[in-house]
């Protein structure tokens, strides 16, 4: 995992972004959205190019977590 740390103008540009155009919690439900949408594509057409599975699962996963970053739904019992 990276440990890279924002740059102070993108963690500028991130709080303009989430004060101005969208809140957390509508940003994580469009995620969440887009993943399913992305995932019943992808099982219903079955012809995943294999090489791009990897790509595919980690862009799923990275996705998810920060859809959970925003707006923890997964995680609250």
């Not at 540009?13 to 992305?38: G, T």
């Not at 090489?51 to 998810?64: D, H, V």
């Amino acid at each position: 995992m990276s440990t890279n740390t924002l740059s102070k103008e993108t963690e500028l540009r991130l709080i303009d972004f989430f004060n101005k155009s969208i809140d957390p919690e509508s940003m994580a439900k469009a995620i969440r959205q887009v993943n399913y949408v992305l995932a019943l594509s992808l099982m219903r057409e079955g012809e995943t190019i294999e090489s791009e599975r990897p790509t595919l699962e980690n862009g799923f996963y990275w996705l998810n977590k920060l859809a959970e970053i925003l707006n923890p739904y997964l995680e609250v019992e």
